[in-house]
């Protein structure tokens, strides 16, 4: 296993990280993800860990925090042998103080995934929203105050925009307060909206991508193909609804692709898109999930191996696409892209 820091930061992170949307199987989503129990969760940390997997990212709504607590009851006895990344800010409830990142919630919330973690501090907080109702002074001291006390060790966000993540930074900066190092993002070959601003930021911010949903939100399996209806066992027909949404001639295209190259090197179609994200600039660790042991060690084949350099060149062609305003002009008008050139 390769480990890379996470962003500017010192803390080492395996490229590969193992997501627990899948334990607990609570609600319609995370139903359709995956239901694992404590045994199973156990047996698959069990298998992360020995191939060298010791980040287990989780959040308090994945399963209304049945993930969290069979997470810790999967990890008890071995808490120095694991990283522990958790997320909050998304609704929990209907009521007032059920959602979002104010001192009241935060301090609220991270007590509650410490109970349900079964540990005294969490390695990595992640707001999983920006929360637009908060001044961010008040969601930065909180966390200044949060990790003073010996409850997290480093802090992150997920899903922000870029102006969002800026402004945070450069207020951490002035008060003293803990930056952000990471930012857990969507990011594959069918989603590659992450390039145009957020990388950009990392690379010069020192912020490393936590990618989640690495195969396209499970269309990357290799099990869906041009003129075949989607297979009977696919999630997609309960979750399809929920995520990124995706133009199907050019999923089939890219998984043209993902296919010669797999039959090229010898490897699975997960596999190598997994690999092709770990060749991307600012990408710390890519999360992984799986509902059973094989889908586990199939992805973890994806490391200890690369793409040659043709091989990522066709995959980048193929499920390139051209960005929005004001960012295309700086890839297709040559006194533009003199002045910005692209970040991969």
């Known amino acids: 296993m390769e480990y890379r820091n996470l962003g500017a930061s010192g803390l080492k992170v395996p490229v590969l990280s193992f997501g627990t949307g899948t334990f607990g199987g609570q609600g319609p989503l995370f139903s359709a993800w995956g239901r694992s129990g404590v045994e199973e969760a156990r047996r698959l940390v069990d298998i992360c860990l020995d191939a060298g997997v010791n980040l287990f990212d989780s959040a308090d709504v994945y399963s209304n925090g049945a993930s969290e607590e069979i997470l810790g009851a999967a990890i008890k006895g071995r808490r120095d042998k694991v990283l522990i990344s958790t997320k ?7 009521g007032p103080l059920d959602a979002g ?58 899903n922000f925009a870029g102006w969002q993540l800026m402004k945070s930074l450069a207020i951490a900066d002035r008060h003293g307060w803990p930056r952000y190092v990471a930012h857990q993002v969507y990011y594959s070959l069918l989603g590659r909206d992450y390039e145009w601003e957020l990388m950009p ?9 936590l990618v989640w949903s690495p195969l396209g939100w499970g269309r990357l399996t290799g099990k869906i193909r041009r003129g075949q209806p989607l297979p009977e066992a696919s999630r997609l027909h309960a979750t399809a609804q ?11 295209a890219v998984v043209d692709v993902l296919d010669a190259i797999a039959a090229e090197t010898g490897r699975t179609v997960p596999q190598v898109a997994i690999a092709w994200l770990l060749s991307r600039p600012t990408v710390s660790s890519v999360i992984i999930g799986a509902r059973d042991e094989a889908q586990l060690r199939d992805n973890l084949g994806a490391v200890g191996w690369s793409l040659s350099a043709d091989q990522i060149k066709r995959l980048d062609e193929v499920s390139a696409v051209m960005p929005p305003y004001p960012y295309y002009p700086y890839r297709i008008q040559e006194g533009f892209a003199r002045l910005n050139p692209p970040p991969v």
């Open 88 to 94: 909050m800010s998304l609704p929990m409830g209907e």
């Open 242 to 252: 929920f995520g990124p949404p995706v133009d199907e001639e050019r999923l089939y």
């Open 101 to 158: 990142s104010s001192r009241q919630r935060l301090l609220a919330s991270v007590d509650a995934a410490l109970r349900r973690l079964g540990t005294d501090h969490i390695d990595l907080l992640q707001l999983h929203a920006f929360d637009a109702f908060t001044p961010i002074e008040e969601v930065l001291s909180t966390l200044d105050m949060l990790a003073r006390a010996g409850k997290l060790r480093y802090v992150g966000v997920s």
């Open 201 to 209: 930021l990392a690379r010069d911010q020192g912020v490393g991508a």
